[in-house]
């Protein structure tokens, strides 16, 4: 989400280590393709491309066993464009950039079509593309480059967009107080994940009304629950008294994937959605659940009696009863999660709890390898908040690649594992610390004395990450790991609280612009990592400007951030500091980094003397953030996520302004970027 909403009173204040300040690292740079496991990974996911319709088993390849890839390109092949301040996407020259399932499009006959006068019900909402796109996903179908599902996360609402005149609320008691069950059930519904099945004709890209495989994941969709909390007493409510399933998936921001073809989804700002009145429990105060309302009212409404399911009501979590099989309480602990969608069946989606409950921002793979544990790292987006990273128990079988009961593979490699929280040290060495019942904290105990179970760990990870001194980060977002090196990059995209407590891995006091750290694994918990580059305006002095950016390049809160197959980094922003936005809106920039060494043929970081190898190649519409990327496998096709634009889009034609005095009602959308001649993109 934007800094503009952005809860401030979010973040984490409980005191660790620090370490001096450095503006740059000390350690010296390590060699390309030398981080042993990482290499054998390679680009074995950029052809992941299943059959969804008539049960055939067409596989995506299983992992390489090449130790030597090499990028298929060396070099990017547009130049630099212009920042641009304008209500209209701006695109490389020779490319295109097309408007695609905005928010509102109807995915089935159960939806009237989109009015621009916001009169479109909660049915409709509940059958259509949902508000604020943010992580995406292609997945092929017989591996086409023109036929596939899209995944796309919603991660929040405008409800000034959403209604015909915003929210309607009346005043009782003193209190702004929702007043519509329609309104509010739109709100949800407006909520989670789109599964759409697309197709390109004639030169354009379309949603397929009515395909099967369309459907919605919303704020109130029930869920299954797996790994530590199933079937937790944690997780009893009077709507799941044996804590088997959780109701909706809410502000669903980044986005991951696995190497058998499934989709995950990440619970980032959830918190806010609930409020308990009384006395907070240890989780809910750290992670800051609400104590005095809810983000958006829901909880101020009893919903259809009718059900008798407490449609609304459960996002008030105080105890209202004597046993929590008779209230809510246990309401939010269903949030938090990373969730598994199989985009090619319709089945359920399902949390899975061993991957940590936080703000999750993102979840990302990295690629498998035969014989070793399945890896995902995944940031918490909050000010002073940890990166933490999952192995799996079991070890990767390239033939689960292959298999058609895709979540039965995502139960064998999600719901048994170690969770670990990152610790940066000096010199460029780091350690991941196990969260588990035996981990030695700072002050020489075991979690264990702290937390009853896992699934007490788990519930208040972070409060758990807080004992065994994990490093507080500047706002850690997505994670991309380099398919030629194996190197994991991750944005840390601002912190404007730290004023007196730099650590080596966030070294900037009033850190506005925002950073992009990154690691390679070693043995055991061992990790080497540097900072890759600093965000800055163009004309920040050189204690600000620390990579040397210029116009051509300035950008500030990097946030979203993806590796194609070929190892081009794509670097998408969500800014909030004016000295960038004054230059440009939001926008997506480019870099190869393995091609980035020196004589040595060590990685070496963006700085002043190399800063022109990243280059910009988009920028959004006024008020927009730039956020999600997915790609066709043979990367004709980018998808890139319009979020919460202002005065946009006037047209299929992205690239189109909106004309002088013509007022629209905003619509996040997905952009298909294409070269004009056809080629691949970015070469
Ligand atoms: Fe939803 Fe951290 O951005
Ligand atoms: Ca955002
Ligand atoms: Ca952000
Ligand atoms: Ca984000």
């Keep these: 989400m934007s800094e503009a909403t952005f809860d401030p009173t979010i973040y984490n204040t409980s005191h660790n280590t620090t370490f001096d300040s450095i503006l740059d690292t000390r350690f010296s740079r390590r060699k390309l393709l030398s981080s042993g496991s990482g290499i054998a990974a390679m680009a074995a996911f950029s052809t992941v491309g299943l059959s969804a319709c008539g049960g055939s088993s067409s596989s995506p390849n299983t992992s390489s066993t090449d130790l030597t890839v090499q990028p298929s390109v060396t070099e990017l092949g547009f130049q630099s464009i212009n920042g641009a ?18 928010w509102g499009t109807p995915l089935n006959d159960n939806a009237n079509p989109w009015q621009d006068d916001g009169t479109n019900t909660a049915q409709d909402q509940l059958n259509a593309v949902g508000m604020h796109h943010d992580g995406m996903r292609y997945f092929a179908i017989n591996g086409s480059s023109e036929d596939g599902l899209l995944v796309v996360n919603h991660e929040y609402i405008d409800q000034n967009a959403l209604h015909a005149n915003g929210k309607t609320v009346e005043t009782i008691n003193d209190i702004e107080t929702r007043t519509l069950v329609d309104e509010i059930r739109k709100e949800i519904y407006a909520h989670g994940v789109t599964v759409a099945r697309i197709t390109k004709t004639n030169g354009t890209w379309n949603v397929v009304k009515n395909d099967p495989l369309n459907r919605r994941y919303n704020g109130a969709t029930e869920m ?57 429990t240890a989780d809910q105060d750290r992670i800051g659940v609400g104590s005095d309302a809810t983000r958006y009212g829901w909880d101020q409404l009893a919903g259809d009696p009718t059900e008798q399911n407490d449609e609304f009501a459960r996002f008030n979590i105080t105890p209202s009863a004597s046993t929590p099989s008779q209230d809510y309480r246990n309401e939010a602990n269903g949030y938090g999660y990373i969730v598994e969608i199989d985009p090619f069946t319709q089945s359920r989606a399902i949390k899975r709890t061993a991957l940590g409950r936080f703000r999750h ?120 790991v380099d398919p030629i090196t194996g190197t994991a990059y991750m944005t840390l995209t601002n912190n404007t609280r730290r004023t007196d407590d730099t650590n080596i891995a966030n070294p900037r006091l009033n850190n506005k612009f925002g950073h ?168």
């Excluded at 301040?85 to 905005?102: M, R, S």
């Excluded at 210029?550 to 794509?570: C, E, H, K, M, Y």
């Design 361 to 480: 921002e993102g979840c990302e793979p990295r690629p498998a390898v035969a014989g070793e544990p399945i890896v995902f790292y995944s940031g918490h987006d909050a000010r002073f908040e940890y990166i933490y990273k999952y192995e799996s128990d079991a070890l990767w079988d390239p033939a689960d690649a292959n298999r058609i009961d895709r979540l039965a593979v995502g139960e064998k490699y999600m719901d048994a594992g170690t969770l670990y929280v990152a610790r940066f040290g000096e010199e460029g060495q780091g350690e991941w610390l196990p969260l588990t019942l035996t981990s030695v904290t700072l002050s020489g105990d075991v979690l264990g004395d702290s937390f009853a179970t896992q699934a007490d760990i788990i519930l208040n990870t972070a409060g758990a990450a807080d004992l065994l001194g994990a490093t507080k980060m500047d706002r850690p977002e997505w994670c991309a």
């Design 516 to 683: 992009i750290i990154r690691w390679d694994e070693k043995a055991g918990t061992a990790f080497e990592w540097d900072i890759f580059v600093f965000g800055a305006p163009a004309d920040g002095d050189s204690e600000t400007n620390l990579s040397g950016l210029t116009d051509l390049n300035q950008f500030a809160s990097p946030d979203g951030l993806v590796f194609d197959s070929r190892g081009i980094l794509w670097i998408q922003t969500d800014n909030g500091a004016s000295e960038v936005k004054d230059g440009t809106n939001d926008q997506m920039l480019a870099v190869i980094p393995s091609q980035l060494t020196n004589n040595q043929n060590q990685q070496m970081p963006l700085r002043a003397s190399n800063q022109a190898e990243l280059k910009r190649f988009f920028v959004g519409p006024n008020r927009c953030e730039v956020t999600g990327l997915a790609f066709t496998d043979n990367n004709t096709a980018f998808f890139a996520n319009i979020q919460h634009p202002g005065n946009w889009p006037f047209s299929n034609d992205a690239t189109q302004i909106t004309p002088e005095g013509v007022t629209l009602r905003p619509r996040a959308a997905t952009v298909v970027i294409e070269k004009i001649d056809g080629g691949a993109i970015g070469e």
């Design 224 to 280: 299954d629950v797996s790994g530590p909390l199933f079937m937790s007493p944690l997780l009893t409510t009077k709507y799941s008294p044996d804590g088997r399933v959780a109701r909706g998936t809410l502000n669903n921001c980044g986005n991951g994937y696995t190497p058998w073809g499934t989709y995950l989804t990440c619970e980032e700002n959830w918190p806010g959605y609930f409020v308990n009145t009384g006395e907070r």
């Design 85 to 102: 301040k304008l209500d209209a996407v701006v695109v490389a020259p020779g490319y295109k950039a097309q408007v695609l399932a905005p």
